[in-house]
T-cell receptor
Framework: DAMVIQNPRYQVTQFGKPVTLSCSQT?????MYWYQQKSSQAPKLLFH???????NEADTPDNFQSRRPNTSFCFLDIRSPGLGDAAMYLC???????????FGDGTRLSIL | QKEVEQDPGPLSVPEGAIVSLNCTYS??????FMWYRQYSRKGPELLMY????GNKEDGRFTAQVDKSSKYISLFIRDSQPSDSATYLC????????????FGAGTTVTVRA
């Protein structure tokens, strides 16, 4: 059974139209991450939560925001998507800092 | 120079061959090393996880870490077409806040 679940798997939005991607986990993990992965590239960390503490990467555009209303759920909001934001967005979790991350299957975002 | 170097391939081998993948890194502080397997349009799946130097075996997979040479390897014995995927090495340490540093990923095709 999938333990890190991302919805939807595929999302199409229009240029400039806000979009929200969601991630849920059944592992009761404290740490949740959002990554952006473009074709043939490694995942790029956008931000992460340690419990409720939010940590933004220095080079994450202001266009990207996140919310974590409870342990199980985390959301990625893209306020005004541009063509360059078309990518796979991956959510990952782990229970403790020194443990490996477990990824969901991602949401593939297309921008029209 | 990238922090983690990985030959992107592609690598094509016949079924039953041994697949050898490797990564080099520059940050001697890295303590935790892992290999992820990523199928097309899926999220990375944790394959092997090791702490510090040494070998770890799991079925047809063997991971090796040589911290003195800053070199990690993954071997796949008796390769199968189902092993066709992109393999990402990744590593982290307490000093980089346990954030993953990825290699570029190696695309492997096992021919039937």
């Amino acid at each position: 059974d999938a333990m890190v679940i991302q919805n939807p798997r595929y999302q199409v939005t229009q240029f400039g139209k806000p979009v929200t991607l969601s991630c849920s986990q059944t592992l009761n993990h404290n740490v949740m991450y959002w990554y952006q992965q473009k074709s043939s590239q490694a995942p790029k960390l956008l931000f992460h939560y340690y419990d409720k503490d939010f940590n933004n990467e220095a080079d994450t555009p202001d266009n990207f925001q996140s919310r974590r209303p409870n342990t199980s759920f985390c959301f990625l909001d893209i306020r005004s998507p541009g063509l360059g934001d078309a990518a796979m967005y991956l959510c990952a979790t782990k229970y403790r800092e020194d443990q490996p991350q477990h990824f969901g299957d991602g949401t593939r975002l297309s921008i029209l | 120079q990238k922090e983690v170097e990985q030959d992107p391939g592609p690598l094509s081998v016949p079924e039953g061959a041994i697949v050898s993948l490797n990564c080099t890194y520059s940050n001697s502080a890295f303590q935790y090393f892992m290999w992820y397997r990523q199928y097309s349009r899926k999220g990375p799946e944790l394959l092997m996880y090791t702490y510090s130097s040494g070998n770890k075996e799991d079925g047809r997979f063997t991971a090796q870490v040589d911290k003195s040479s800053k070199y990690i390897s993954l071997f796949i014995r008796d390769s199968q077409p189902s092993d066709s995927a992109t393999y990402l090495c990744a590593m982290y340490s307490r000093s980089n806040d346990y954030k993953l540093s990825f290699g570029a990923g190696t695309t492997v095709t096992v021919r039937a």
